[in-house]
């Protein structure tokens, strides 16, 4: 398990730093990570009853409501609200989305096809040759595979197999013909493949599915941030879901865009622009009514795959309710829009409230509360410059003394995590330092190596490090 800290430092950053790798060695239900944490906060001078914030993936040994480690946690500190990584979220609402029968066999055959040229030193040199006389101008020369874990490798993934599909198809069309150099079992398979991904169902499916993601992408990009706050993530994800439904109301637009570029690949391809026999009854794949092949793919593929995603979403990231969320109503960017609007005037202080009643007892003077909101909201009212419309900028904007209460809310809202993949990143570190050269090294030198490989930026005195080697064992500890 990797430990993380989320934090506000003295030059008001919001930072995420790898602390340390912790050794499971009790089991991996809740209350034995909850021992183990608890264990390891001890010996770092650290109280759990300081913490306002644990996030994790979906794993349910952590994430359960009863028995999770989030829920041993909340037993002992009720103001450490759980997160579940919004990265994780809305990975998972893609995978759902994949659930429609068309979507599901294009994936299928991509990552088939990228398996079935990159295991295969001669099969990649027909592709090349192939990329070099169409694309002589690209630097992409591989497919790259369609991960089930990484979220961001699946749409690049598809972004690269549409960009060179028109060389894949014909480097298919040179290894399946009579007159190939290749084996027979290659021919086999190139054939098949050439027949899947040789259909118009495929090209439109994949062309439509590609740009769906590509509205994903930035947001999961930049929810992987170290220094994006909750205030951020939620805006991402609102901007994510609004996008969804003004391309669900205008559909049509959307739909011809899509049509028109599969219908032009489709043409250079020289493959026909056919939609696929209907029947009274049929199990095996859409069946939907039509009056032409446009209007069929409409119905069979836009529409479905939009709505998946959109409900997807909006059930995996409902709109947030719980206490600490309020606090973002003191933001100044969001108290000049309730401002500029007659009806909700009073309203963020009304949310700012419930927040402080929910961490009443981590303000140094909660009776001056009411006299410092006030002068706030005339303070941001009648400021010149550019108004803050994150937490970060905003607690570097009153870094005078002043505003003690409005600083402590502000440095709990930044504390509050938003995506668990700085504790992804460091796993892949560890994969690079334990590696089978390294097998039997204790956890102390693995947590320092880890240390000095992700903390790069501090750099020890060259001399204090020669001092220590000259007097002590080769083995240095890493942790001092």
């Known amino acids: 398990m990797s430990l993380v800290l989320r934090f506000v430092d003295s030059d008001f950053n919001i930072r995420e730093d790898f602390i340390q790798f912790i050794h499971c060695s009790e089991g991996v239900k809740g209350k034995d990570l909850l021992n183990v944490l608890l264990n390891c906060l001890s010996n770092l001078n650290l109280d759990i009853k300081n913490c306002r914030g644990q996030g994790y993936d979906g794993a349910s040994s952590v994430s359960g409501y009863i028995n999770g480690l989030s829920a041993q946690v909340l037993n002992i500190n ?29 994936f299928n055959k991509v990552r088939e096809l990228s398996y079935f040229f990159n295991y295969s030193e001669n099969r990649q040199k027909f592709l090349e040759a192939s990329i070099l006389e169409r694309e002589p101008q690209t630097h992409k020369k591989k497919l790259k595979d369609i991960c089930r874990t990484r979220w961001i490798e699946r749409i690049d993934g598809l972004n690269t197999f549409l960009e060179h599909y028109l060389s894949i198809f014909h480097a298919l069309c040179i290894m399946a013909s009579p007159e190939s ?36 992408l930035p947001v999961t990009q930049l929810l992987q941030s170290k220094t994006i706050d909750i205030l951020g993530g939620l805006h991402l994800i609102t901007a994510l879901k609004n996008t969804f439904i003004s391309v669900r109301n205008d559909i049509d637009s959307f739909h011809n865009n ?17 939609k696929p026999r209907t029947c009274s ?20 593929v836009t529409i479905p795959l939009i709505d998946h995603v959109s409900t997807s979403i909006s059930t995996r990231f409902k709109s947030e309710t719980v206490a600490a969320y309020k606090g973002l109503s003191i933001i100044p960017f969001n108290i000049i829009s309730f401002l500029k609007r007659p009806k909700t005037q009073l309203c963020w202080r009304k949310q700012f409230e419930i927040f402080c009643d929910f961490y009443i007892d981590d303000f140094p ?3 001056a509360l009411n006299g410092e909101l006030v002068l706030w909201e005339k303070y941001w009212e009648s400021f010149s410059g550019t108004i803050p419309d994150n937490i970060s900028l905003t607690l570097k904007s009153i870094s005078f003394p002043g505003f003690e209460n409005i600083k402590i809310a502000l440095r709990i809202l930044g504390t509050l995590p938003v995506t668990s993949c700085e504790c992804e990143r460091s796993f892949s570190v560890m994969r690079r330092l334990k590696d089978y050269t390294r097998t039997t090294m204790s956890e102390d030198r ?9 903390h790069q930026e501090i750099v020890p005195c060259i001399d204090n490090v020669i001092n220590r080697f000259s007097i002590k064992n080769r083995r240095l500890d890493f942790n001092d």
């Open 258 to 274: 899509c049509y028109e570029a599969a219908c032009l690949l489709s043409s250079k391809a020289e493959i026909f622009v056919l």
């Open 446 to 454: 693995l947590n320092g190596l880890a240390l000095m490989y992700i």
């Open 281 to 300: 009854i049929q199990k095996n794949r859409f069946n939907v009514p039509s009056e032409s092949v446009s209007e069929y793919f409409k119905r069979a």
């Open 181 to 216: 150099s290749v084996n027979k079992d290659t021919q086999n398979k190139s054939s098949t493949f050439l027949n899947s991904i040789g259909t118009f169902q495929f090209v439109f499916t994949l062309v439509v599915t590609t740009r769906v993601f590509d509205f994903t």
């Open 365 to 367: 003077n909660i009776s």
């Open 78 to 106: 009720s103001k450490a609200l759980y997160t579940h990584c919004h990265s994780h979220r809305l990975n998972l609402s893609v995978c759902e989305s994949c659930n429609v029968q068309l979507v599901s066999e294009v």
